[in-house]
């Protein structure tokens, strides 16, 4: 087919951080305006998805198909399904409050940081479409650059450490990805991630195939233990780098498992569930209660993004111990929807109390919980988002926090009381960092001269976390209509995972 609205999508947003670019930091009242009529405009050209979006199919949709590496089979092949689908438009909406949040705050190489979002945001959008997979590996990697320059150059003092140190551990696992990829194609001769999908291959081939995926995936979620380069980058990161990784980068992670390793390699999956089952729990348990004794807000929020995402892999990987439990594959579905509820909320939470601690930041320039105290004194409205946000991150119902977990938890039910009791303390815990965590800054008699005069939310503030309350608070009292996007690809996804491969 012709250049269609998935290439808009992920080249518009790179055409227009070139012309970012182009225009250089002399002109950067216009450059600022380009970049956000950019991101409105890519936003705008995903809604005609929603709209035009058969949930009755988990066909691949808006397909393009052009030659690329014709060579070597592989071709520039978009599409979206119902589980790419809100990953598209959760990449295209944040990209707004990011750009709208540094308007007035980034002074050194505004283009420049401009133009590495934009570009970034076409990237990330071809991961989510890219139906090839050489190509979702090329904007795989290439993905990694902008946010490498967007930590080392606008980052904190120790931003070199954490822009190498995040580099090394995602590319590293990358490599083995491509390795990987390289041996489906040599057995089957196509790129195609339907082919594949439908490979035949033995469990031996299958275990190695998982693994390789497996250290590509695990380390962008995070999982336990290759999770330990994301608190450093996001603490060294300028805010919108902290909330694109949060509410994007993480998700590619979660997004892998259930495009590549569930349906290429679903034997070894199988095999293998227990050891995903196990990082999952210990991240959820285990991570939640580091993120207690955290002293740096982003350190917390940060430790809280790795005990969430704990959801999304548990969510993933129990559809087999629910099958041996129950003798039916009915609460797979409800663990995957549930992953994938999770990763779209965690998105709009995590996002947001980055922006919030963002918000302080630029007043005080300090993330440490102990210069603050009494904001809500100065701040009421800063401190009525940050209230809701928080009790969404704690998972209270009427959040979209609360939408996600509890589909896993009763999912983890259905497989095993003990996975539902140790995911449940998530509830408890997070609940304990999170308000804690809100008690310290916000409440109490005003700490110092400092916080006395931090003004209140400006009108550029209370637009970017206007816009993620809204959005919170529709996805937590009215999922149907996610869930409805998502519920033929994931019920095709549990067939693809419960059938084995191994060949006859």
Not at 164 to 184: D, H, N, P
Request: net charge neutral; hydrophobic share 60%.
């Amino acid at each position: 087919m012709q250049f269609g609205i998935l290439s808009a999508l992920v080249w518009l947003p790179i055409a227009g951080g070139v012309a970012v670019l182009a225009l250089g930091d002399r002109r950067i009242v216009a450059g600022r305006w380009v970049a956000l009529l950019v991101a409105l405009a890519t936003l705008a050209l995903s809604l005609p998805l929603l709209a035009g979006f058969d949930r009755g199919t988990a066909e691949f949709q808006f397909v393009e198909h052009l030659p690329w590496l014709p060579a070597f089979n592989s071709w520039y092949h978009l599409g979206v399904d119902g589980i790419s689908l809100p990953l598209i438009v959760l990449s295209a909406f944040m990209t707004v409050p990011v750009v709208i949040a540094g308007w007035s705050v980034i002074s050194v190489r505004p283009a420049q940081y401009y133009a590495a979002f934009l570009i970034m945001e076409g990237l990330m959008i071809g991961v989510f479409a890219a139906i090839d997979g050489l190509l979702f590996y090329f904007f795989w990697e290439a993905m990694l650059i902008p946010m490498f320059l967007i930590i080392g150059v606008w980052g904190g003092p120790r931003r070199v450490y954490a822009t190498i140190k995040f580099f090394l551990y995602t590319f590293l696992g990358s490599v083995l990805m491509l390795v990987a990829l390289i041996y489906l194609y040599v057995q089957g001769g196509d790129y195609s991630l339907r082919a594949l999908q439908d490979l035949p291959l033995t469990l031996g081939e299958q275990r190695w195939i998982f693994l390789a995926f497996l250290a590509a995936f695990a380390v962008k979620v995070p999982m336990v233990p290759v999770h330990t380069w994301l608190p450093d980058a996001h603490v060294e990161a300028p805010t919108g780098g902290s909330v694109i990784l949060a509410a994007i980068l993480l998700k590619m992670g979660g997004y892998g498992f259930l495009r590549f390793s569930l349906p290429i390699a679903p034997d070894a999956s199988r095999e293998l569930d227990w050891l995903m089952i196990l990082l999952s729990l210990v991240a959820i348990v285990y991570i939640s209660l580091i993120a207690l004794v955290q002293t740096d807000m982003k350190k917390l929020v940060a430790y809280s993004s790795v005990a969430h995402m704990g959801f999304v892999t548990l969510g993933s990987f129990i559809a087999w111990d629910i099958a041996q439990s129950t003798g039916a594959y009915s609460g797979a579905a409800m663990g995957l929807d549930g992953a994938m509820v999770q990763m779209v909320s965690h998105g709009l939470i995590s996002g947001a109390l980055f922006l919030c601690v963002g918000v302080m930041y630029d007043r005080v320039h300090s993330r440490e919980i102990a210069a603050y105290g009494g904001v809500i004194n100065t701040m009421p409205k800063f401190a009525g988002f940050m209230v809701l946000f928080a009790f969404a991150n704690a998972g209270v119902p009427g959040t979209s926090g609360f939408v996600g977990e509890f589909l896993v938890i009763i999912a983890s039910y259905k497989a095993n009381f003990w996975y539902a009791l140790l995911t449940a303390t998530m509830l408890i815990t997070g609940a304990a960092y999170t308000l804690w965590l809100i008690k310290r800054v916000l409440y109490g008699p005003v700490a110092n001269e400092q916080v006395a005069k931090m003004p209140d939310l400006n009108v550029r503030e209370l637009l970017v976390l206007g816009m993620l309350a809204v959005s919170v608070l529709l996805l937590g009292i009215w999922p149907a209509p996610l869930l409805d996007i998502m519920h033929s690809s994931i019920h095709h996804l549990v067939e693809q995972m419960t059938t084995s491969k191994l060949p006859l």
